[in-house]
């Protein structure tokens, strides 16, 4: 068997479709949603990352706001164009691309993200309100690879609702927060969250009918780990070296016969990587959606044509 292919570059296209017709809706209402990215010092791949967003942008309808600092800004300094973009009424959110230079506090500039600003969705205040079910009332911003995740899986037709999902890594940015999102209601699928203090990965693997690879280490998911026809999301990212050339490449988790024993994998790149992006512009999108109805409920107005939230951004009655 051959796995099919959970195409996020595809499922990114109809994303940002739906995304251009929300912008357009918002320009005739006179708003422009606008990103900002903070990109400090010249790593070349985190700009290749925040160039490739501002393209999104621009394939969307959406204002691109580019700070570029350099790599030896003081604390201070970074934390004051923070502010800045804290009160540009221009920017509906923004991201700190990730990793900072190590002289400067990750947490801290992190916290001073405006949280409504957040458009990774990762700021402490978002992450507690994804622990606490908050969002099921205060609509806020959630993480951009979670939702992607979660979104490649509904739009291929592959249901989540009580099946057992392995997630493998603990990290901030994808292994701790699907494991929330992925118990919600309205997801109800089962989780274990595996790592390396794990006794035996491979066999919490085989009990999986999808799988999650959030480690960060090149192939390390081998495909007699993988039970026949469950679901593979490839979420990681490593480079390493070709074996044959030698040239620097990028490896995901999952070691490529998985797809002879898979019923369905995402590959690495054309997989999760386009559907962190286009969450991205989600959630500034619906941020800028929240503005509208707000200014209108302000005017007098009701908000009741504020735009339904789909799954698993869905309301949920219950907790
Ligand atoms: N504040 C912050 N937010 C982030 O979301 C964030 C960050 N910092 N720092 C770095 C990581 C990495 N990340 C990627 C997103 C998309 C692709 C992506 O679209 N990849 C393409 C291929 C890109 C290529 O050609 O290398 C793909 O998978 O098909 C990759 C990597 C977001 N990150």
Partial sequence: M????????????EIKADLAARVAVLAEAGLRPGLGTVLVGEDPASQKYVAAKHRDCQEVGINSIRCELPADITQEDLEAELKRLNEDPECHGYIVQLPLPAHLDTDRVLELVDPDKDADGLHPINLGRLVLNANRSITTPLPCTPRGVIDLLVRNGVDLGGKH?????????????????????????????????????????????VVVAAAGVAHMIRPDWVKPGAAVLDVGVSRTADPVTGRPRISGDVDPEV???????SPNPGGVGPMTRALLLTNVVETAERALASQRAGAGDTDDDAPAQTSPNA?????
């Fill in 165 to 209: 999902v392995v997630v493998i890594g603990r990290g901030v940015t994808v292994g701790r927060p699907i494991s929330l999102l992925l118990t919600r209601r309205d997801v109800n699928a089962t989780v274990t969250l595996v790592h390396t203090g794990t006794r035996d990965v491979a066999e919490e693997v085989r009990r999986a009918d």
């Fill in 2 to 13: 051959r796995a099919r292919i959970l195409d996020g570059t595809k499922a990114a296209t």
């Fill in 315 to 319: 309301q949920t009655k219950d907790a």
């Fill in 259 to 265: 797809a002879e024993v898979a019923g369905w994998l």
